[in-house]
């Protein structure tokens, strides 16, 4: 089945430590991969889509076909990271299929 | 612009009851997709609407239904509401100009209690 795992319901990193917030997929064609975030008392918003390769407030994420891998990762985490981390997928047709979230907490 | 609204936000029920939940996307968005959050679940696709047809569709009985108007406004409705129902029902809308996926934009959720 198609499905976008997060293995990680909870990180605690210390502020200025990397940050690696891990997602997997199962899918044999090529998708588009995503990162929404939630912060507290905010709207689920678009972090960082595979397909623009660009580098939002500090995070990126390679795609890896060959270990079905989409991580997230900053070389140096902000309390302003402490959020709720989605990682979506579309498999190839137009609707969204999402991971259960991990939440990341930066400790100061 | 404004961002995407959801009527109610919250919304209290009881069980056999059925519900209508509003969105309206962002001007000009002309895409709507619907999703149920729940803690054991997470955030789960219900169906999408494209100049008011539905697009795509989730793996939800057929007791959850929607719609979306001319002005790209949209419903859903769950009808004879189960306990498992009480979840958060978020929104998103998305210009739909190309044929891929494109970013979402999600409104705040409308919460739905069912006792």
């Known amino acids: 089945a198609q499905r976008v795992t997060q293995p990680e319901k909870l990180l605690s990193v210390f502020k200025g430590a990397p940050v690696e917030l891990k997602c997997n997929y199962s899918y044999s064609g090529s998708p588009e991969l995503f990162w929404y975030v939630q912060y507290s008392r905010q709207r689920l918003q678009l972090l960082l889509r595979h397909i623009s390769r660009e580098s939002i407030k500090g995070f990126t994420a390679d795609l890896n076909k060959g270990e079905t891998s989409f991580h997230l990762k900053k070389p140096f985490a902000q309390e302003e990271d402490s959020a709720m981390y989605y990682c979506?997928?579309?498999?190839?047709?137009?609707?969204?299929?999402f991971g259960t979230g991990t939440r990341l907490t930066i400790i100061p | 612009k404004a961002g995407v609204t959801q009527t109610p936000r919250y919304l209290i029920k009881t069980r056999g009851q059925q519900v209508t939940l509003s969105c309206s996307p962002i001007?000009?968005?002309?895409?709507v997709s619907w999703y149920q959050q729940t803690p054991g679940q997470g955030l789960q696709f219900l169906f999408e609407y494209f100049s008011e047809t539905q697009r795509n569709k989730g793996n939800f009985p057929g007791r959850f239904s929607g719609r979306q108007f001319s002005n790209s406004r949209s419903e859903m409705n769950v009808s004879t509401l189960e306990l498992g129902d009480s979840a958060l029902y978020l929104c998103a809308s998305s210009p739909r100009t190309s044929g891929g996926v494109e970013t979402q934009y999600f409104g705040p959720g409308t919460r739905l209690l069912v006792l």
């Open positions: 001007s000009g968005h002309r895409s």
């Open positions: 979506a997928s579309n498999f190839g047709n137009e609707k969204l299929t």
